[in-house]
């Protein structure tokens, strides 16, 4: 871009101030008649040097912003209880740690700990919740004659044959419970669910019970039990929790941990 300089000479050639007229401003200059009038062309290398700087800086800003526009942002919405994913990136579960027997396979609650206690015959884990021993897990493995899971007959065939998993009540006196029970009974056992599942060939029983007790403080308990054969053993894995804390979470911890077994 250039600009017009005016540059005022006497007649007598003698030089004069010279004016010089911006962009921003508009000088007048008045002709004397004995003053010659010589115009040059100059170029506003300022205020081009300021009008490309100011240029790039609107192009980078385009950039950045188109950049930002066209960049998908994933949400880092986070449960309750978890750590926000803010970068976007996978995050993998850590609800459970893989675990692996003698003969058999699971997942595991990754805030449950190892136990020490022994419940039934041929118990060889178990593991209860953090924060409540009435949340547990465990594998017992027993010899039988049985060649499949399907010679106990059906799953409630089954459990009649191995009703000691659902556990002993303490108080053994005559009751009017205000609980549903009959009158003397101290103990029931409900089948909520029962199938047969198929894996890796091999046969397994699902059985979900609710069992409530008479002097139990929890409602009840969720019991989840998956049973297989395999070379002369008997594999049972039971996982459980109670009532109250089954719909406040430990729903989920039960139920994989029981789905996800499996002998080798």
Not at 62 to 82: H, M, N, R
Not at 163 to 177: H, R, V
Not at 187 to 208: H, R, V
Not at 211 to 233: C, M, N, P, S, Y
């Amino acid at each position: 871009m250039a600009s017009t300089a005016c540059f005022l000479h006497h007649h007598a050639l003698t030089t004069s101030t010279a004016a010089r007229s911006s962009s921003s401003q508009r000088q007048v200059v008045s002709i004397k008649p004995n003053q010659v009038v010589i115009c040059r062309a100059q170029k506003q290398s300022v205020q081009e040097e300021d009008g490309g700087a100011i240029s790039r800086r609107l192009a980078l800003t385009l950039l950045i912003g188109g950049a930002a526009l066209s960049t998908k942002v994933a949400p880092a919405d986070a449960a309750y209880g978890e750590s926000a994913n803010v970068f976007g990136k996978p995050k993998g579960t850590t609800d459970f740690l893989p675990y692996a027997g003698e003969g058999f396979k699971l997942s595991i609650p990754a805030k449950w700990n190892p136990s020490k206690e022994v419940e039934f015959p041929g118990q060889v884990l178990r593991y209860e919740d953090n924060f409540d021993v009435t949340s547990n897990l465990t594998v017992t493995i027993n010899p039988t004659d049985k060649k499949s899971i399907t010679d106990f007959g059906s799953p409630e065939q089954f459990l009649t044959q191995v009703d000691y998993l659902l556990g002993k009540q303490a108080y053994f006196g005559k009751t009017d419970s205000e609980g549903g029970f009959d009158s003397g009974a101290v103990a029931t056992a409900n089948i909520l669910e029962s199938s047969t599942q198929t894996i890796d060939g091999k046969p397994y029983y699902f059985i979900s019970v609710l069992t409530r007790t008479a002097d139990g403080d929890e409602g009840g308990k969720h019991q989840l039990i998956t049973a297989t054969v395999k070379d002369g053993k008997l594999y049972i894995c039971k996982a459980q929790a109670g009532d109250k804390r089954w719909f406040k979470g430990a729903k989920k911890f039960v139920e994989n941990s029981v789905t996800s077994f499996s002998v080798a």
